[in-house]
């Protein structure tokens, strides 16, 4: 089953001479985490671009946190070292899952067939869609143990038949 029923639709994407006080008042502003960086030659008025970096809001807090201070007109780009782990919107839920537990990363963009950002997994999703998905097999689970019990009771209670 391909990424796109699992990944969010609502991302956020900054071209790299975005300030990180811009980028972080677009992530209070949109309600994310996170923004997805875009080299500066991308036209952001079609289809967003390959990314070339990811900065979170933990990234911010921890910089600010190594250095005890963090310019806020410093630009995102230094963030953007264009290794960013991306999956493909073909990809299954469960491939994609190894691969972020594998580079120890959170969330991923996902990218349709022309390389173009599509969406975000986030690990917070797949933790609720899957905590559902368990939740439904558990229900299973006890309905079976019920409709067992209910069948067993009447069982018990037919009468017996006489064969002569």
């Known amino acids: 089953m391909s990424l796109e029923k699992f990944m969010r639709k609502d991302f956020v994407t900054v071209p790299m001479g975005t300030t990180i006080l811009e980028a972080a008042r677009l992530m209070l502003d949109r309600h994310v ?15 967003p671009g390959t990314p070339v970096g990811l900065l979170t809001d933990r990234d911010i807090v921890l910089t600010f946190a190594k250095a005890g201070r963090l310019d806020p007109s410093s630009k995102v780009s230094i963030f953007a070292n264009g290794n960013v782990m991306t999956a493909s919107i073909t990809d299954g839920l ?40 368990l939740n439904s097999l558990a229900t299973i689970m006890k309905n079976a143990v019920k409709r067992e019990k209910l069948q067993q009771r009447l069982d018990d209670t037919e009468e017996p038949y006489l064969y002569l």
């Open 33 to 47: 985490g996170d923004v997805i960086i875009l080299d500066e030659d991308i036209d952001y008025s079609s289809v």
């Open 94 to 133: 469960g491939e994609t899952i190894k691969k972020m537990s594998q580079s120890g990363i959170r969330r991923i963009p996902v990218l349709n067939s022309n390389k173009k950002v599509a969406g975000v997994l986030y690990t917070d999703d797949c933790i609720e869609l899957l905590g559902e998905e």
